[in-house]
C-alpha cells in the first residue's frame, strides 16, 4: 500500500491500476484508491454490504473518472482500513466525514450504493455544506420497507451461493430472468479484472456490525428528507429484493426536487446491470449547474430506460 503525499501522481487510466493509498484519520489508517482528473470536487464513492475496493463496479468508476475526480475508500474496520467497524449508520457517517477531512476537501459529491446510501443520507443531514451534490442508488430511507429484513434474506442468498458455487451476489442484486443472469455474470466478470493487489476480505465482525447498523435503521423513525436542498439523483431496478424498490419511489418524493431512474427487469444492481445508460445519466446530473443551496431542482423525473441489458453488456 502507497501512502499519500502532497502532490498526487498521474492518475491511472483504469480503476483496475488505481494503487490502494492510505490516509491517517485520527490515528487510523484508511485505505482508498483516486481516479480521474485532480480538479473540481471530487465524487466520493459509498459502498454496499459486505463491500471492500475491489467491488466498486470497475465500469462505474471508470466511466464516472473519464471526466470526474472518483474516490472510493474503506471505511473504518473494512477491508484494508483499520480499527472497528461501528454498527450505527450514524457512525459509519462520521468516519466517512472523517475521511474527507483528512484529504483536505470542503466540498464532495456522494455516491451511495445500498447501505452506503444510508450511510451518503445521514452525512447529508449532519454536514450539509459538506455535500454538493448526491447520489443514491439501491437505497432506502431510515425506516423503510423491508430493510430491518436485509439479515434473514442475505444469509438465505449466501447459503444458496454456497449450495451452488456462486457469489451471493448473483441472487441477491440482479433478477432470475436472462437479462438478470447475463447481467449477474458480467457484473461478477468484472469485480475480477483486478489481479494485483486486491484489497482484504471484510471480516466476519465488520460484517456483523454492517448487518446490525442496517437492522437499526430499517427500524428506527424516519427522518426529515424534506431539509436536504442538494441537487438529488435516485436510481434502481423495478425488482430490488434487498432493499425493495417502493424505498426508492418514497426517497424520490420525499427528497425535494430529486430525480429518479427507474430500470426495468433489474434488480438491486440496476445500475450495475444498466451500466451503460446509468453512467451517462450521473455525468450529466453532476455536471449540471447546481442551483444555489436551499433551491429546487426540477420536478421529480421518472426516467425509465427502454434498453434491454444483451444491448449495453459489454462482451
Same mark, same amino acid.
Request: proline share 6%; hydrophobic share 40%.
Given at each position: 500500500?502507497?501512502?499519500? &503525499?502532497?502532490?498526487?501522481?498521474?492518475?491511472?487510466?483504469?480503476?483496475?491500476?488505481?494503487?490502494?493509498? &492510505?490516509?491517517?484519520?485520527?490515528?487510523?489508517?484508511?485505505?482508498?484508491?483516486?481516479?480521474?482528473?485532480?480538479? /473540481?470536487?471530487?465524487?466520493?464513492?459509498?459502498?454496499?454490504?459486505?463491500?471492500?475496493?475491489?467491488?466498486?463496479?470497475?465500469?462505474?468508476?471508470?466511466?464516472?473518472?473519464?471526466?470526474?475526480?472518483?474516490?472510493?475508500?474503506?471505511?473504518? *474496520?473494512? /477491508?484494508?482500513?483499520?480499527?472497528?467497524?461501528?454498527?450505527?449508520?450514524?457512525?459509519?457517517?462520521?468516519?466517512?466525514? #472523517?475521511?474527507?477531512?483528512?484529504? /483536505?476537501?470542503?466540498?464532495?459529491?456522494?455516491? *451511495?450504493?445500498?447501505?452506503?446510501?444510508?450511510?451518503?443520507?445521514?452525512?447529508?443531514?449532519?454536514?450539509?455544506?459538506?455535500?454538493?451534490? =448526491?447520489?443514491?442508488?439501491?437505497?432506502?430511507?431510515?425506516?423503510?420497507?423491508?430493510?430491518?429484513?436485509?439479515?434473514?434474506?442475505?444469509?438465505?442468498?449466501?447459503?444458496? /451461493?454456497?449450495?451452488?458455487?456462486?457469489?451471493?451476489?448473483?441472487? =441477491?442484486?440482479?433478477?432470475?430472468?436472462?437479462? *438478470?443472469?447475463?447481467?449477474?455474470?458480467?457484473?461478477?466478470?468484472?469485480?475480477?479484472?483486478?489481479?494485483?493487489?486486491?484489497?482484504? #476480505?471484510?471480516?466476519?465482525?465488520?460484517?456483523?456490525?454492517?448487518?446490525?447498523?442496517?437492522?437499526?435503521?430499517?427500524?428506527?423513525?424516519?427522518?426529515?428528507?424534506?431539509?436536504?436542498?442538494?441537487?438529488?439523483?435516485?436510481?434502481?431496478?423495478?425488482?430490488?429484493?434487498?432493499?425493495?424498490?417502493?424505498?426508492?419511489?418514497?426517497?424520490?418524493?420525499?427528497?425535494?426536487?430529486?430525480?429518479?431512474?427507474?430500470?426495468?427487469?433489474?434488480?438491486? *444492481?440496476?445500475?450495475?446491470?444498466?451500466?451503460?445508460?446509468?453512467?451517462?445519466?450521473?455525468?450529466?446530473?453532476?455536471?449540471?449547474?447546481? =442551483?444555489?443551496?436551499?433551491?429546487? #431542482? #426540477?420536478?421529480?423525473?421518472?426516467?425509465? &430506460?427502454?434498453?434491454?441489458?444483451?444491448?449495453?453488456?459489454?462482451?
Amino acid at each position: 500500500m502507497t501512502h499519500r &503525499s502532497n502532490r498526487s501522481p498521474r492518475s491511472p487510466a483504469l480503476f483496475q491500476d488505481a494503487p490502494t493509498r &492510505s490516509v491517517d484519520v485520527g490515528g487510523i489508517a484508511f485505505a482508498y484508491r483516486e481516479l480521474g482528473p485532480r480538479t /473540481g470536487v471530487p465524487v466520493i464513492l459509498l459502498n454496499h454490504l459486505a463491500a471492500q475496493l475491489d467491488n466498486f463496479d470497475p465500469r462505474i468508476v471508470d466511466g464516472l473518472a473519464a471526466t470526474r475526480r472518483v474516490i472510493a475508500f474503506d471505511n473504518r *474496520g473494512i /477491508g484494508a482500513s483499520g480499527g472497528k467497524t461501528p454498527s450505527t449508520i450514524s457512525g459509519m457517517a462520521r468516519d466517512a466525514v #472523517a475521511f474527507v477531512r483528512a484529504l /483536505g476537501f470542503e466540498e464532495v459529491d456522494l455516491f *451511495g450504493f445500498s447501505l452506503g446510501g444510508f450511510v451518503a443520507q445521514e452525512i447529508v443531514l449532519t454536514e450539509p455544506k459538506l455535500v454538493r451534490k =448526491l447520489i443514491l442508488a439501491g437505497t432506502g430511507p431510515a425506516g423503510g420497507q423491508g430493510i430491518d429484513r436485509v439479515t434473514p434474506l442475505t444469509i438465505v442468498d449466501m447459503i444458496k /451461493g454456497a449450495l451452488t458455487f456462486r457469489d451471493p451476489k448473483y441472487y =441477491l442484486f440482479f433478477t432470475r430472468t436472462p437479462n *438478470g443472469r447475463r447481467a449477474a455474470n458480467a457484473f461478477l466478470r468484472r469485480l475480477k479484472e483486478r489481479r494485483n493487489n486486491r484489497d482484504k #476480505a471484510v471480516s466476519l465482525s465488520a460484517f456483523g456490525a454492517q448487518l446490525k447498523a442496517i437492522k437499526a435503521y430499517g427500524l428506527q423513525a424516519p427522518q426529515d428528507l424534506s431539509t436536504i436542498r442538494i441537487p438529488t439523483l435516485v436510481a434502481n431496478g423495478d425488482q430490488d429484493r434487498m432493499v425493495p424498490s417502493s424505498n426508492t419511489y418514497d426517497l424520490a418524493g420525499r427528497i425535494p426536487g430529486a430525480h429518479l431512474v427507474i430500470y426495468p427487469d433489474a434488480g438491486h *444492481g440496476g445500475v450495475f446491470q444498466n451500466y451503460a445508460d446509468f453512467v451517462p445519466k450521473a455525468l450529466s446530473f453532476l455536471e449540471a449547474e447546481a =442551483l444555489p443551496q436551499g433551491g429546487h #431542482a #426540477a420536478e421529480n423525473v421518472r426516467l425509465v &430506460s427502454s434498453r434491454t441489458t444483451t444491448d449495453i453488456l459489454r462482451k
